[in-house]
C-alpha cells in the first residue's frame, strides 16, 4: 500500500532564512503529489501539486518543490520564510482510480523572530 | 467562486449525544469527501461520494457515523452515539474531477466530545 513520510514533525527556523520540508513517498507506478498548508484553526489549502511534465513546481506564496522520482521524493523549499508562514504543512500522494489522497502526518513549520 | 461551506464551525457535545455536520461544496463539484483530523494528525478520508452515490466507505465506522449526499450537492455526515475519541476537526472537500487536480476544504467542524 501507498504510504507518504515526513520526515520532521517540526521545524524550526529563523524568519527570511531558507526552509526545506521533506517528503518520502512510496510508489512503483505514477503518482500525482501535492502540497497543503493549514494555517491555525483553518481547512487545508492546496500549495502547490505535481501531475506531469517539469519537476519543478511553484506555486503560492513563494513555495516550490521538487519531484525526484529515483528518491521517490518531494521536498517543500522556500528561499526566504516569513512569519506569515507559521502553519502547518501536509504532503499528499494520489493513488488509484478514485485519485485518494493518502496523506503524510504534517511537519510543523515554526518561525522564529 | 465561493468555497466549501461548512457549518457549525465549533460544536461541544456530551458523550451518546448525537451529532450533525453540514458542507456545501463548490458549484459544479460532483465529488465530496469527508475527513476526520485529529489533532496532531493527518487528515483520515471516512467518506468519499460522487455526485450522490458513495464511492468509499470504509473507513466510516458505520455503527455510530453515517453520511448522505441526497441530490448530490449538500451533505450531511451524522455521529451517533459520539464518543470521546470522536474529538476532532471533521473536514469537508470537494472536486471537479476525482481529485486529480486536488481537493478544496473547507474550513471544517472542530468538534469536543465531553
Known amino acids: 500500500a501507498q504510504s507518504v513520510t515526513q520526515l520532521d514533525s517540526q521545524v524550526p527556523v529563523f524568519e527570511e532564512a531558507p526552509v526545506e520540508l521533506r517528503c518520502n513517498y512510496s510508489?512503483?507506478?505514477?503518482?500525482?503529489l501535492f502540497w497543503y498548508v493549514q494555517y491555525p484553526n483553518q481547512g487545508l489549502q492546496l500549495l502547490l501539486k505535481y501531475l506531469s511534465g517539469s519537476t519543478l513546481v511553484k506555486g503560492i506564496n513563494g513555495f516550490e518543490a521538487e519531484f525526484n522520482k529515483s528518491q521517490t521524493s518531494f521536498h517543500l523549499r522556500k528561499p526566504s520564510v516569513h512569519i506569515s508562514d507559521t502553519a502547518e504543512y501536509f504532503c499528499a500522494v494520489s493513488e488509484g482510480s478514485n485519485y485518494q489522497l493518502i496523506w503524510g502526518a504534517g511537519t510543523k513549520l515554526i518561525i522564529k523572530p | 467562486e465561493a468555497g466549501v461551506a461548512q457549518s457549525p464551525r465549533y460544536k461541544i457535545i456530551e458523550k451518546r449525544q448525537s451529532v450533525a455536520f453540514w458542507c456545501n461544496p463548490i458549484s459544479g463539484h460532483a465529488t465530496l469527501y469527508w475527513y476526520q483530523q485529529i489533532l496532531g494528525q493527518g487528515p483520515k478520508l471516512l467518506i468519499q461520494f460522487q455526485n450522490n452515490g458513495v464511492v468509499d466507505d470504509s473507513q466510516l465506522p458505520k455503527d455510530r457515523f453515517s453520511a448522505e449526499r441526497l441530490k448530490g450537492v449538500d451533505s450531511t455526515l451524522k455521529i451517533q452515539p459520539a464518543k470521546l475519541e470522536d474529538s476532532a476537526v471533521y473536514l469537508c472537500?470537494?472536486?471537479?474531477?476525482?481529485?486529480?487536480?486536488?481537493?478544496?476544504f473547507g474550513s471544517g467542524t472542530r468538534l469536543t466530545v465531553v
Open positions: 510508489s512503483s507506478v505514477s503518482v500525482y
Open positions: 472537500a470537494s472536486s471537479l474531477n476525482r481529485g486529480v487536480d486536488g481537493y478544496t
